[in-house]
Every structure is written in structure tokens, then in C-alpha cells.
């Protein structure tokens, strides 16, 4: 059985007001500790607690800087906080960024084992799913090409194929996303329609409120890395909008 | 052990085939469509080590043969020390993307820059014994002993490439600052010349430069065609598992706060 839990959990950045502090500025601060720092915390994601139970369909609304995808960052461990709990159990895709690690000097089939690995298929999993990816992907004939020249389409569509490949008992995404033609969009969404159908938990971050209505079961309200409210997207999303 | 250090072998274990990606990245490509490809990492070292071995052994006034074998004895460990400290410094800086986007134990990028650099310096030593041996330099069972020394030298190169690798998140400007201690401590290190040559303070110093013992470890077998000093190879032994240790420990105390710096 797959489920999350998260408690108290904050994230906090460091932002410098100028820039990065150099090894002199370093050893100057040992010996000078007064005047004003020249860095503030920032805390994107601010005491947030809540569960996900397996089934669940959970769609994350907020504004622009809420916290939602530094949220769904930390759930795939990009990052790690001291303050607060994250458990997950369950095999977790993250589909935030697609073609993470692509090489752009590597072939697409280079690409499919490094990308591959990255997204931690096993090499026996990514020499059984090779065929298929590149099927859907429909790059029979580039395969063997650096992918610094495939088209922008040429590479979302190896880059999703791939990453769509395997299902996953935890979903998390960050907005749908397609690239390509229309034929390949509608294929694509289709895709990912099942992945979200046979997956046990989804948890999305969207602005497109009608669909998160349609996916989900439930929703997240985040602002200002605060979670407002959580429950039945239909009155979360309302008040979320007469607040907005 | 604890229980933490199971988690992160396991977790090590379970990435093994992102870090072979790595290293297959860090080998091939950037020889990609040249036409000696991946020779290039051989001629390099070759060419330049030949044109000092020339020059230096024409200075000192020594036999040029014998002069070769005892320079290449020492480069080659020095050439992986250094390249594994100055490399690690990227090792986060330059895969600032890929850390932000998606998890993997951060540990696999500095230690795939100092697995391909192991790679790289073994095939480089392989190419310059062939060339002792054609030039008539001593062959013997001690060569035996040189996969304890490139184990040594590994385990501190990588000690230090950790920390490096870390430190250059928080201070940028280590990276420049690496490339010039590198270049004085080539010269404090018995490389050009022999240790006893050297007296005074600048003995002294190179008396507590931990590189020397591993240049030791390389020089004994190559160069005299002896197993190196018990007293070697335990300061040797000594120092990589100190520095290992200090690696690994300093790394996995800032290993959280490196997505926050990058």
C-alpha cells in the first residue's frame, strides 16, 4: 500500500541580497559580526502538515510562488529539510522536469540508458522497454543522433516516452504536460490519462482549475508556503478563487 | 555501523547504474568525433611527460632513460591526485540542473569523477609501462604491489575530492584557488627530483606534504624495483583512510544544504 505523510515540514532558502558570499567575506564575517547580514531566510514552504492515503487524486492550487513546486520537490527529495517529516512509501515518478540529464553529445539511444538510469530504471528494465520508447516517441530513424540535433518536439517526445515508460505507485506532476505535434499531444494526454488511471496515489500541481476538478478527489490550497485549506476540490477551488 | 550508513551503501548500491553513467559520460565524451577519440587520454600525458622528461633530464645533467622512468613513476600518481581535487570542485557546480530537478544520492557525482579519473589514470599507466619495457626499464614481480598503491591513492584522492567538491558550493572561488595550490604543491612534491636532494626548511616542508608518500608507493616499484618501506606504505595507508574518513564525514554533514547553495 502506497501513502504519504508529511508533518510540520518547512523549507527555507537563503536569499542573498547581492550575491554569493566569496572566501573573503567569509573569513572577514569571523572576525566582524556586527552590521547587517547580508542574506534573509525565506520560507517557501511554512509548517505544513497533511497525509495521503492510497487512491487519493491530489491536485495543489495557489498562487504564483505559493510553495507548490518546492512542495512537490521536497515529496521527490530534491529537497531535503531539517524541520518536519516526510514519509513515502511506494515507488515515487516524478514528472516535474522531463529529460533531466538528457546529454545533448549522447545519442537518443545513449540518452534512453543515462535518462533512464536517472529515473531509476534498472538497465534490464530500460533494455526491455528501449523499443517501446522509441516507438511512441516515433524517432525509429534519428535514434542513433546526438540529441543536440533533434527538434524541440523530436526531444520532449523521446524525453516523455521515456518517462511515461514504467508506471508508478506515486504520480507527481507538475502541470500535464505534451509537447509535439497534434497528433503526438493527443497520444501523449492519452498516456497520461492511464498513468494517472493505474497509478495509486497522483498528486498535481495545476492553474487549469478544470482540471484539477475533473482528476482529483481532493485538494491543496497553498499560499505563501502555508497550507489554507484541504478537502473537496469543487468548495476548495471556490474559495480559493473568491479569495484570489 | 548504524543504521545510516546501511541506508546510504544500500542507496550507493541501488544507484550503480547512474554512477557507471556518469563515468561512461566523463570517459567518452569529450573525445566525441575526434579522430584518436579516447587515445587522446593517453597522448596527453605521453607527449607532455616525454618533453619534460627531455628537458629536465638535460638540466640535471641526467640519463635521459633513467630520468623517464623515475618522472613517469611520479606523474602518475600526482596526475590523478590533482585531477581528482581540481575536477571534484565541478562535480556539483556543474550538474546544478540535474540536482535541482530530480533526487540522486549526491555522493555519485563527485565519486564518478574520481572513478573515470581512476580509469583514466590505470589506462595511462598501462601505456607508459609499455614504454618502460621498450625502453629497457626494469620489469619485475613488484609491479604486483601497484594495485595497493592506485587502491591508497584512490581512497585519499577521493577524500579530498569530496571535501573540495563541497567547499566549491559554498565558496566559488575555490575552484581558481585549487588550480593554483595545485601548481605549488606539484613543486613540493618530490616529482622532478628526489627527496634527500632537497635540505632546510624547504625538506622540512616537503616533509609534511601527504602527497609524498604516495608518490613513494609508485616510485619504489617503477623505479627502484623494490616493494615500497613497511613505513610507506603504513604513513600512506595512514593518511588515505584519515582522509577518506574526513571525506565522507564532512560531505554527508553538508550533503542537504547542497540543493540550497547551488
Known amino acids: 500500500m502506497s501513502g504519504i505523510i508529511v508533518s510540520g515540514l518547512s523549507i527555507k532558502f537563503r536569499v542573498y541580497h547581492d550575491r554569493s558570499p566569496s572566501l573573503k567575506d567569509s573569513f572577514a564575517s569571523i572576525f566582524k559580526r556586527r552590521g ?18 492510497s487512491g487519493d487524486r491530489v491536485g495543489i492550487v495557489g498562487h504564483n510562488g505559493a510553495g507548490k513546486s518546492t512542495l512537490l520537490k521536497a515529496l521527490c527529495r530534491v529537497y531535503e529539510s531539517d524541520e518536519g ?7 515515487l515518478a516524478p514528472l516535474l522536469e522531463i529529460g533531466a540529464g538528457f546529454h545533448p553529445e549522447f545519442t537518443g539511444r ?9 529515473l531509476g530504471y534498472t538497465q534490464n528494465q530500460l533494455f526491455d522497454i528501449e523499443p517501446e520508447v522509441i516507438a511512441f516517441a516515433e524517432l525509429e530513424e534519428f535514434i542513433d543522433t546526438p540529441v543536440k540535433y533533434y527538434s524541440t518536439g523530436m526531444y520532449m517526445r523521446l524525453a516523455f516516452s521515456l518517462a511515461t515508460a514504467m508506471h508508478p505507485d506515486i504520480l507527481v506532476l507538475d502541470e500535464i504536460f505534451a509537447g509535439g505535434d497534434a497528433a503526438f499531444m ?16 497522483m ?37 480559493y478563487l473568491r479569495g484570489a | 555501523m548504524t543504521s545510516a550508513h546501511h541506508g546510504r551503501i544500500a542507496e550507493l548500491l541501488s544507484s550503480r547504474a547512474v554512477l557507471w553513467q556518469l563515468v561512461r559520460q566523463q570517459l567518452i565524451l569529450r573525445y566525441r568525433r575526434t579522430a584518436l577519440g579516447y587515445l587522446w587520454t593517453l597522448v596527453n600525458p605521453l607527449l607532455m ?16 632513460k633513467e630520468f623517464a622512468i623515475f618522472l613517469f613513476a611520479g606523474m602518475i600518481p600526482w596526475g590523478m591526485f ?12 556543474n550538474n546544478e540542473g540535474l540536482i535541482k530537478k530530480i533526487y540522486l544520492p549526491k555522493i555519485i557525482f563527485p565519486l564518478s569523477i574520481a572513478t573515470a579519473l581512476l580509469i583514466d589514470s590505470i589506462l595511462s599507466f598501462v601505456a607508459l609501462l609499455l614504454i618502460i619495457i621498450a625502453i629497457g626499464g626494469a620489469v619485475s614481480w613488484v609491479l604486483f604491489f601497484l594495485p595497493v598503491a592506485f587502491l591508497l591513492l584512490f581512497m585519499f584522492s ?7 567538491s563541497v567547499l566549491t558550493v559554498f565558496f566559488r572561488d575555490l575552484q581558481y584557488v585549487i588550480i593554483i595550490a595545485m601548481q605549488g604543491l606539484f613543486f613540493l612534491t618530490p616529482i622532478l627530483y628526489k627527496h634527500d636532494a632537497l635540505s632546510g626548511s624547504v625538506a622540512m616542508l616537503v616533509g609534511l606534504n601527504p602527497v609524498v608518500p604516495f608518490i613513494e608507493l609508485f616510485r619504489a616499484p617503477l623505479y627502484r624495483g623494490v616493494v615500497p618501506g613497511l613505513s610507506s606504505i603504513a604513513i600512506a595507508t595512514l593518511i588515505s583512510l584519515v582522509t577518506i574518513c574526513l571525506g565522507l564525514a564532512y560531505f554527508y554533514k553538508q550533503e542537504k544544504k547542497i540543493v540550497y547553495r547551488l
Request: charged residues 20%; contains cysteine.
Open chain 1, 36 to 53: 547587517k547580514s547580508s542574506f534573509s531566510d525565506f520560507l517557501a514552504v511554512n509548517d505544513v502538515s497533511f497525509e495521503i492515503k
Open chain 1, 85 to 91: 517529516l516526510i514519509r513515502v512509501d511506494g515507488r
Open chain 1, 110 to 118: 545513449e540518452n534512453i540508458y543515462l535518462n533512464g538510469a536517472i
Open chain 1, 186 to 201: 493527443e497520444r501523449a494526454t492519452k498516456r497520461m490519462y492511464e498513468m494517472i488511471d493505474k497509478a495509486n496515489i
Open chain 1, 203 to 239: 498528486i498535481m500541481v495545476s492553474h487549469d482549475h478544470n482540471l484539477v476538478r475533473s482528476l482529483c478527489n481532493r485538494v491543496l490550497w497553498l499560499d505563501h508556503g502555508k497550507l489554507i485549506a484541504d478537502g473537496d476540490p469543487e468548495q476548495v477551488i471556490n474559495s
Open chain 2, 49 to 64: 611527460m616525454s618533453v619534460m622528461a627531455f628537458v629536465f633530464s638535460s638540466l640535471f645533467k641526467a640519463d635521459l
Open chain 2, 82 to 93: 590533482n585531477s581528482v581535487s581540481t575536477q571534484s570542485a565541478g562535480a556539483f557546480i
Open chain 2, 158 to 164: 577521493t577524500g579530498v575530492g569530496l571535501i573540495t
